[in-house]
């Protein structure tokens, strides 16, 4: 079944060919122009992703992200020609998977939503759950369980989570884990995925602040601990 997006921007000749564009591509796609038209087809259909152009003509898109995240775990990725990186820091805190600056190729959209879908979905196949004590995660449910709750992550952090656990004992870099998690190399400086850290650890350790699960190794990286309670 094609996947079907929403795409929510006001620049319309954009829109129209990023929907041209990815219809050809085989996805099905929904344009919303501003943030509370975008918050109307949320609440009544169900989307497989949302592309999110942070510039709305009558509200922030991190506003539309922040009232997403509080009922859905949809798969989200910004857009954005504010070059502050601040918004792409704050946009990971409110849960967004991915961010795409402008102007952007089309079919570096195509790549990266391909992406993040694949890592919602989860792989083909059966794979069994990692247990860690108190924490269950279950790879082919794309779900982490903490004392049998589910942990509030988004796509692109249980992509995380599982790429640690998979490797619990060794000290992932941060270039490594989004090796894996993302398929692309870790930009210069880039430190979000250290934001993205704190989203998890906040979901899965006791004491986030004493993490005991996701170990910092200073310099190096980061380590999933093998023995937990």
Known sequence: MAAH???????APLAEMLTEY????????????????ALQQ????????LVLDLMLPDMDG???CRQLRARSDLPVLMLTARGDAIDRIVG?????????PKPFEPRELLVRLR??????RGPLGAEQALHFGRLEIDRAAHTARLDGHAC??????????????????????REALMDHAKGETLEAFDRSIDV????????????????RRIITVRGAGYLFAKAQA
Request: charged share 25%; no cysteine; glycine share 6%.
């Open 152 to 173: 509030n992550l988004t796509s692109y952090q249980f992509a995380l989570l599982r790429t640690l656990a998979e490797n619990a004992g060794r000290v992932m870099s």
């Open 92 to 100: 990971f805190e409110l849960g967004a998977d991915d961010y795409l």
């Open 115 to 120: 992406a993040i879908l694949r890592r919602s």
């Open 196 to 211: 993205h850290m704190s989203r998890i650890r906040a979901a899965i350790e006791d004491d986030p602040k004493q993490p």
């Open 62 to 64: 991190l506003d539309v």
């Open 5 to 11: 997006l929403l795409l929510v921007e006001d620049d």
């Open 22 to 37: 990815l219809g050809s591509a085989g996805f099905v796609v929904t344009h919303a122009a501003t943030g509370a038209g």
């Open 42 to 49: 949320l609440a009544r259909t169900d989307f497989d992703a």
